[in-house]
């Protein structure tokens, strides 16, 4: 479909409840399509109660949605006003819908849930395809068991969104090392949709940081391991684990860098730093919007291995160490499973006593663990590239036509299924 102005609009849907997978996946995605294209303008709907933290390109701005949170039965919340659940997500669903009819998008993206939290979406996509915007699926590489996606799916009705509302659907990985869809019978005319675009390359310059560091141990400006746990909300396992293997070994070579994450409890943050004020080779910090850089700087990583996560292992070509989690979904330990039997990182077993011994060993032969390079897998990177050619296609393309024409079929790196 040809832009309908001559300055396109690409509106992003960010599916937040927890955490900051989702929008910084977003949010790279908005970047490389601005960087990529001087006529584009990006707009970010998210749920996300830090999103203010993070900077934006030029021409990439976002809305923000009353956010809500997931309770440990699986219940939802809103996060901060004191309304109901019901009431908050027709409130998000309304907002969602009036942006999309003012922003008026040449493109509107989803990521992963089809139809929104709780369907929030599903007026929102009905109505942008009555006016003939290209919709767009985003899914990251692994998504669950599939036993239980496939009950989830069917329990949300995502199927018939997949196969009536959406004009295609990427996944940002390659088939070779997962695929999220596996034990779901896909229609054929769903099936004829998905792209693999390949994992979503991650940069980092000076210039655009102003990152913390540790004081190293030694001169090696890149001496020090990162320990980060995404948004932290389950993360004081690692945390704890990696501080009394310090406290244990006071010896390992290198220091290390502790990101808690903004949704780690206060409390918990608390304890955390007070055990790192006495380690001479620790240092810590809650959250940094910029973590590219500590990572680009880093000797090694060691995480509880989300999407963003690996992608930036790999883009960063560090030696990478992953602690996933397994509930409430399987999603990281599927991933890291997968990536530890292809040599690109190395897992730690979650069946494991946790002893400080353990990790010691672990962070000692973290260094000299083989780069993620030393893999060779085509098109591995290729993302945001292939987004953005894909892209390039449809707005270039007569109008009315909403199929992704051969030339980016046929795009190095590019996987189609038929």
Wanted: proline content about 7%; some cysteine.
């Amino acid at each position: 479909m040809a832009r309908k102005r001559g300055h396109a609009r690409m509106l992003i849907y960010s599916h937040d409840t927890f955490g900051l997978g989702h929008l910084r996946r977003c949010r790279a995605i908005a970047h490389s399509m601005v960087d990529h294209r001087p006529d584009i303008s990006v707009l970010i709907l998210s749920g996300s109660p830090i999103i203010g933290s993070f900077g934006f390109r030029t021409r990439v701005d976002f809305v923000r949605i009353p956010g809500v949170i997931k309770l440990r039965g699986g219940d939802y919340t809103s996060l901060s006003l004191e309304i109901g659940f019901e009431e908050t997500l027709a409130m998000r669903a309304s907002i969602i819908r009036h942006t999309a009819e003012a922003f008026d998008p040449d493109i509107f993206l989803v990521d992963k849930e089809p139809l929104g939290l709780r369907g929030e979406v599903k007026d929102t996509l009905t109505m942008l395809k009555a006016r003939g915007t290209p919709l767009v699926l985003g899914l990251r590489d692994v998504l669950d068991d599939p036993e239980l996606l496939s009950e989830e799916w069917d329990r949300k009705q995502a199927m018939p969104a997949l196969r009536d509302l959406y004009d295609h659907i990427w996944i940002y990985g390659l088939p070779e090392i997962c695929n999220p869809l596996e034990g779901i019978d896909l229609p054929d005319e769903v099936a004829r949709k998905i792209r693999y675009t390949g994992y979503l390359r991650r940069t980092w310059t000076k210039a655009s940081s102003g990152a913390i560091s540790p004081a190293p141990a030694n001169n090696n400006a890149d001496s020090y391991i990162l320990v980060t746990t995404g948004g932290g909300g389950d993360g004081a396992s690692l945390i704890d684990w990696v501080l009394r293997a310090y406290e244990h070994d006071p010896d390992i070579p290198n220091p290390a860098l502790l990101v808690l994450g903004p949704f780690m409890r206060s409390n918990l943050q608390a304890d955390f730093m007070e055990r790192v004020n006495h380690l001479d080779n620790v240092t810590a910090i809650t959250f940094d919007a910029n973590i590219e850089s500590l990572m680009a700087n880093a000797a090694g990583i060691v995480s509880m291995g989300g999407y963003n996560l690996f992608c930036e292992a790999l883009s960063f070509d560090k030696p990478t160490l992953i602690f996933p989690r397994t509930v409430p979904r399987l999603e990281q330990y599927i991933r890291a499973k997968r990536a530890q039997e292809l040599g690109l990182i190395r897992m730690l077993p979650t069946d494991s006593d946790r002893t400080p011994q353990e990790m010691a060993a672990a962070l000692r032969a973290l260094p000299q663990q083989p780069k993620p390079s030393e893999v060779h897998i085509p098109g591995l990177l290729d993302g945001l590239s292939m987004i953005n050619s894909m892209t390039d296609q449809w707005l270039n393309a007569p109008h009315g036509s909403g199929s992704v024409p051969a030339k980016a079929r046929k795009a190095k790196g590019l996987a189609v299924i038929t």
